[in-house]
């Protein structure tokens, strides 16, 4: 810009403001050449924005927890969300993205191309627990129960405190008899028998709701045997590790279990009080009975293994699920999506192009109806544009700020509020040049007015975009961010570029005369014959009036 | 375009003045009729809900051309897919070379499925999106939420920023308007309801209420100091607020417009049905809707209220009745060729000129107004 300041003055200086504007801008530049410096891989250049999966491909998967383990706490949450960070590190992919949203979802995102399966294991939620079998060989019913008896008999299991019970009750019940457990109980046991009579023990998979400390109707689906469990003994919290192994003789993969603990010593009370008389106990995942061993023999040590129709993939699958604890909520599955790499660029592609062309519509339309003025507001929306983008590659480094369609569409729909700003100013000065003030003193008063109705407008549009990123869920949050990101990006511009820019502008022959093409001119304001210079001398008789 | 400019000068100087307050009826009757046409469409014909509401399975196939044929191929290999709850597809063309596939709700297995049959029949890429059938209704309640809280944080925000609890109703109404009528477009076109056009709602709360904030802006300047003005009543002073500013108002709808009209030209043309596409069109809608409320609905309803206040409502007493003496000694053939134009104002300094009727007795018999 060809800005030659006539002479100093009392004004504010422009021309300091403009420089460190500059300078800082400039800086924020250096920071990502010098991040970009410190980065090895050629591919995270830290001049790429960060992209998300819309733009990028690959995967995204939502996670909900269930309400029936009780509270669904932020601690849980986090818990919940480091432990399928680990797993889905396990299966081998690099660059996922775990994250919570909201205060009840996990949303997972793999970039690339899909894993086969990753979906049914990181959102497997990997309940594991010993139960003692209280009884078992029931065979599975032709008929379940209907809702309303279903309903009635675990009504009396809810209802009784099942937590007073010691382990050794428990063990008693199984080795002599349920009716060895204290009167409160039995009405429980006879409601857990008759929902045991009513179970049906679908193939494909039961659905019950394993609750840690209540009872348990269950069956193990390969023998298609139905079973009443006692409540657990031995929670999956107590797992140490678990590995995958293969005995070569029985041909057969299991899962290795390594206890801790009270896991430990809870085990071996167990085993020592079930092998006598080879009793078993049950090793339930997710509701499911995956084996219900006889104990063989005392297991004073904590380590035993699973058995059950493993391959060496499950057995794998099983042993990392185990091995990253179990989940301390239930999850399902809320949804998946898969978006293919030539359609997320593609839409890539369209955000950009709507932005690029958005902007050139802006900036004719400015330029055809500001003239001169209007290569200030270029001026302005290019800076802010640098700024924007700028902006974008720090915060992906810093906070993780990934450019989804809808941020892009955030950026797009801002320039339109960007530009306000300066229509804003633009028609205050003109309006002050109307009212026969000097174009310099013109600039200035109509900054001053200009000044609070931007700041009250852009204040209503960061209000709309924090209760949008606060309340808003997926998608929405990216538009929220982007649209709050550049209603402050519109307020530096205006305040540290665009105003200082006119100020200069304003000392210059081309606008302070009011040439014809500054936008500014005389005609172009609708005073005819005068020059804007001159106004301030001959002030005009309308000035202030209204009709009627 | 220096005509607008010309135009521009003669709205703000009052010598073109459009009578948006005086003719307030009007506007409302307008607003009431398109408001009550949207409501009606939508509890009429209701929403036409994405697959993100109802749960489901949206296959995106990218093929060589996309046309009937194969369209018709897709939704054959669909059915060969041997997924039973996958039949019956809804099936659009998006763009020139990706077919949209929604089907119901499938588990990870069968939409593998289905996925690996559509590449069978043709399609070189397939994304699939599954759908639970509660994250539209999730989406919605946050919405919901959020919309009230903003309200609310806005309605303060308005009323301690202006000092007047009136322009924050006058505010709320006319974003009310905006949210119904863009609802409204969406019932009556059958346009379809996914969570970016939810994100679209939401967007034209801010924009709604950034262009009535600077309109309210300019009315309070206007109106600054009004009750000791004698020549200009409140309502006069709003009116000439919107003449001035209405070449703003113009001006930032069409450069708002402009980028959203690209966004949705790129949504439509290059992607087809999207998220794009629906995001653009919500806000397009309701910008429209935006920029006429907040010239036509937010500041007459905030005038009328203010109107009310018995101080306004004293002092448009005082400027009628000052009028209609003015008028009266204009009439008076007393003091004939008097330089005095009837229109002509001559600034006035406010109480003293006021006090004037009362003390000085004209010929003509006062009105003994005020």
């Known amino acids: 810009m060809a800005a030659s300041p006539q002479r100093s003055s009392s004004l504010p200086r422009p021309k300091r403001t403009l420089t460190i504007f500059l300078v800082v801008l400039l800086a924020l530049y250096a920071l990502v050449a010098l991040i970009n410096l410190g980065t090895d891989k050629g591919e995270d250049s830290a001049w790429q924005p960060r992209l998300g999966l819309d733009l990028e491909g690959g995967t995204r998967i939502t996670l909900q927890a269930k309400a029936t383990e009780g509270d669904v706490t932020k601690d849980k949450l986090d818990q919940a969300r480091n432990i399928i960070d680990q797993r889905v590190n396990a299966t081998g992919v690099t660059e996922a993205e775990v994250t919570t949203q909201g205060n009840d979802q996990v949303i997972i995102e793999i970039p690339g191309e899909r894993k086969a399966g990753i979906v049914d294991e990181v959102g497997k939620t990997a309940q594991l627990r010993f139960r003692l079998l209280w009884t078992g060989d029931l065979p599975s019913a032709a008929k379940p129960l209907d809702a309303k008896d279903a309903a009635a008999q675990q009504k009396i299991i809810d209802d009784i405190d099942w937590t007073k019970l010691s382990l050794d009750q428990m063990i008693t019940a199984e080795t002599q008899g349920l009716n060895t457990l204290p009167k409160t109980y039995q009405a429980g046991i006879a409601a857990l028998q008759k929902e045991a009579a009513g179970f049906v023990c679908n193939p494909a998979g039961v659905d019950v709701d394993d609750i840690a400390n209540k009872p348990l109707v269950t069956c193990d689906t390969k023998r298609g045997e139905v079973q009443i469990l006692s409540p657990t003994v031995i929670p999956g919290s107590d797992i140490k590790t678990a590995e995958p192994q293969y005995d070569s003789q029985r041909a057969e993969w299991s899962v290795r279990i390594d206890l801790k603990g009270e896991g430990k010593a809870a085990f071996k009370t167990v085993t020592n009080a079930l092998t006598p008389a080879q009793n078993r106990f049950a090793i339930v995942l997710d509701g499911e009975t995956i084996t219900a061993p006889a104990s063989q023999a005392p297991i004073n040590n904590g380590v035993s293994s699973i058995t059950g129709g493993f391959n060496a993939d499950s057995a794998k699958a099983l042993s990392n699920q185990l091995k990253f604890g179990a989940l301390p909520l239930t999850f399902g599955v809320n949804g998946s999506e898969e978006i293919g790499p030539s359609l997320a660029g593609t839409q890539l592609d369209a955000g950009l192009i709507a932005g690029v062309v958005g902007l050139l519509l802006v900036i004719v339309y400015c330029l055809l109806y500001y003239r001169g003025l209007g290569l200030v507001i270029i001026g302005s929306l290019l800076v802010a544009s640098a700024l924007t983008y700028v902006m974008v590659l720090l915060l992906g480094k810093g906070v993780g700020f990934t450019l989804t369609l809808p941020g892009i569409a955030g950026l797009i729909v801002a320039i339109g509020i960007t530009a306000d700003s300066f229509i804003v100013f633009f028609e205050r000065i003109r309006d002050e040049v109307r009212d026969g003030k000097s174009l310099r003193l013109a600039v200035e008063a109509g900054w001053v007015r200009a000044r609070g109705t931007i700041l009250a407008a852009d204040a209503v549009s960061i209000i709309a975009a924090v209760t949008l990123f606060i309340f808003a869920i997926g998608v929405v949050r990216g538009f929220a961010f982007a649209l709050g990101l550049t209603t402050l990006i519109d307020v530096f511009v205006v305040f540290f570029f665009t105003k200082p820019l006119v100020s200069l502008l304003a000392r210059t022959k081309f606008f302070g005369q009011g040439h014809k093409l500054s936008g500014l001119d005389a005609s172009h304001l609708g005073i005819s014959g005068r020059k804007v210079s001159e106004i301030a001398r001959t002030r005009p008789s309308t000035a202030g009036k209204v009709s009627r | ?370």
């Open chain 2, 1 to 370: 375009m220096s005509r607008i400019s010309t135009f521009g000068q003669h709205l703000y100087e009052g010598r073109v003045s459009f009578d948006f307050i005086g003719r307030r009826k009007v506007f409302y009757a307008i607003s009431a009729a398109i408001v009550v046409i949207a409501a009606l469409a939508f509890i009429v014909r209701g929403f036409n809900y994405g697959v993100e509401f109802k749960g489901g399975v949206e296959f995106t196939a990218k093929v060589a051309v996309a046309n009937v044929e194969s369209s018709d191929a897709m939704i054959e290999a669909v059915e060969d897919s041997g997924v039973p709850d996958a039949g019956d597809p809804t099936v659009q063309t998006s763009g020139k070379d990706t077919i949209r596939i929604q089907t119901k709700a499938l588990s990870q297995d069968e939409a593998t499925k289905v996925t690996e049959s559509l590449k069978k029949a043709g399609a070189t890429e397939v994304s699939q999106n599954l759908i639970g059938p509660t994250y539209g209704k999730q989406v919605a309640t946050k919405a919901l939420t959020g919309l009230l809280v903003f309200l609310g944080i806005v309605v303060v925000f308005i009323w301690v920023y202006f000092r007047e609890w009136r322009m924050s109703v006058a505010g709320i109404v006319a974003l009310v308007h905006d949210l119904v009528i863009t609802a409204g477009v969406y019932a009556l076109s059958g346009f379809e309801v996914t969570p970016a056009t939810v994100t679209g709602l939401l967007t034209i709360l801010g924009f709604s209420l950034y262009d009535t904030v600077v309109v309210f802006d300019k009315v309070r300047e206007n109106t600054k100091g009004i009750l000791t003005s004698t020549t200009k009543t409140y309502a006069e002073q709003a009116n000439l607020a919107l003449n001035q500013t209405l070449v703003r108002s113009i001006n930032t709808s069409i450069t708002a417009l402009l980028p959203v009209a690209a966004l949705l030209f790129a949504g439509i043309v290059i992607l087809g049905t999207g998220p794009l596409k629906d995001l653009a069109l919500a806000l397009f809608v309701g910008m429209l809707a935006g920029a006429y409320s907040s010239i036509f609905l937010a500041t007459p309803l905030a005038s009328q209220l203010k109107e009310r206040e018995p101080a306004i409502k004293a002092q448009a007493a005082r400027v009628m009745a000052r009028r209609a003496k003015e008028a009266n000694d204009a009439d008076a053939p007393v003091a004939a060729g008097a330089v005095a134009a009837p229109s002509r104002t001559v600034r006035p300094t406010g109480a003293a000129k006021r006090a004037q009727p009362s003390r000085k007795p004209r010929s003509q018999r006062g009105k003994g107004g005020s």
